[in-house]
């Protein structure tokens, strides 16, 4: 555990019930002209503009999956043309990734290729993003307080990110409220998406007594509620702690390095149509199999699996394998299918292993996996 450790997120977190109604006080020292980015409903990004921005400017700007290179080109390109003075991206992680990366790129020079992780020049920006306003109304990614956006590649079939110190959300606007409407399944999704944050930086090589924190909060919320949020999208304590744990694992995740897992995720998902909290609660019990394992025959320090465990289950009995149990249950209890149910076959095991080896993800991997090992998490996935 590092003894030395630094901490940011957003400039500022609103977090509460009804706290979108907080916008017109937050946005009247940036200027008149805004572009809203929102996801499949565009109904969202009006009612947003009619209820609480009825003198300004707005320009729109829809996500309809995942962000692409080209769709942030575009979104740029509008932001650009109606000189946007601010961003407020209110959807899913998608949604606030695009709106954080056209913020970011709308004062910078060049396209998004120059700045862009692993398949770009790796950049750093040089003009400071525009503010921006990021409202998450699902309850997983936690990308309201992180400081890059996952942008994906349909020429070379991968997820890379564009990232900054200067890309944190100038407001993190957190309503609970706005996650009533999501499926079952999103909500499974999503809920996986948050654990497997808090779980990955909490085992961390990077971890520290602060993020030990954060994660041991969010990791008991989650095991308190992901369960009652899925049977009852309806249960306000459940969507709060859920609302709550994604925010803190994203909080995590901007401070320290995550594991096998994200770097599986990263190119499963540009490889395959698959949602990313699917891919990682299908990876997770192996991948902390894998590494408990690993661990134990290298002597090493199992202590956090064994607390991890103990959170989950809420047992101070438990040891590092009930945790394993615990997160198998989960996936039948949310019925996340298995690998095998999407287009990945054997085959595929090779690229996805090498990818995953060059993700940035694995430098934050408790213990250092071989070929042989990688190939096995994926075959027991399956």
């Known amino acids: 555990m590092l003894s030395t450790f630094s ?9 509460g019930n009804n706290s979108i109604a907080k916008i017109p006080e937050l946005v009247n020292r940036w200027g008149n002209r805004v572009l809203i980015v929102s996801g499949k409903r565009q109904e969202t990004a009006h009612d ?45 992680g998608s949604v606030i ?30 003009g400071k993003p525009l503010p921006c306003i990021a409202i998450p109304t699902t309850a997983g990614t936690g990308a309201e307080v992180t400081k890059n956006s996952v942008i994906k590649s349909n020429e070379k079939l991968v997820k890379v990110s564009l990232r900054s110190d200067s890309m944190y959300p100038t407001v993190a606007l957190v309503d ?23 779980m990955e930086t909490f085992v961390s090589n990077q ?47 901007s401070n320290v390095k995550l594991g096998v897992i994200h770097g599986f995720a990263g190119p499963m998902g540009g490889m395959f149509h698959m949602a ?39 047992s101070r009995l438990a040891q590092a394998e009930d945790g394993i149990v615990w997160v198998k249950n989960m996936v ?21 292993v090498e990818k995953a080896k060059a993700s940035s993800s694995m430098k934050g991997n408790p213990v250092l996996l071989n070929n042989e090992q990688l190939f096995r998490i994926l075959e027991k996935s399956m």
């Open 7 to 15: 901490f940011a997120t957003a400039t500022q977190v609103l977090f």
């Open 48 to 92: 947003l503009a009619t209820r609480f921005l009825p003198g300004a400017d707005v320009s729109y700007f829809q996500i309809h999956s995942e962000p692409t290179i080209e769709m942030i080109g575009r979104g740029v390109k509008i932001a650009r043309s109606a000189k946007c003075e601010y961003v407020i991206g209110i959807g899913g």
């Open 97 to 126: 990734d695009a709106a954080k990366a056209i913020a970011a790129m709308v004062p910078n020079p060049g396209e998004l290729m120059d700045y862009l992780e692993v398949i770009g020049k790796g950049m750093p920006l040089v």
């Open 176 to 198: 609970p409220v706005l996650t009533y409407s999501m499926s079952p399944e999103l909500t499974a999704s999503t809920g996986f998406d948050a654990l497997t944050h808090l």
């Open 207 to 253: 971890a520290n007594p602060f993020i030990d924190m954060i994660c041991r909060e969010g990791l008991k919320r989650v095991s308190h509620s992901l369960t009652d949020a899925f049977h009852d999208g309806q249960n306000s304590r459940a969507r709060e702690d859920m609302s709550m744990a994604s925010m803190l694992g994203g909080m995590a995740l």
């Open 276 to 314: 990313h909290g699917t891919i990682c609660a299908s990876l997770m019990a192996a991948s902390m199999e894998m590494n408990i394992e690993t661990l134990s025959e290298q002597k090493g320090d199992l202590s956090k699996f064994t607390e991890l465990a103990q959170i989950l289950t809420g």
């Open 332 to 352: 039948t209890g949310l019925k996340i299918p298995a690998l095998s149910a999407f287009d990945i076959s054997e085959p595929d095991f090779p690229a996805l």
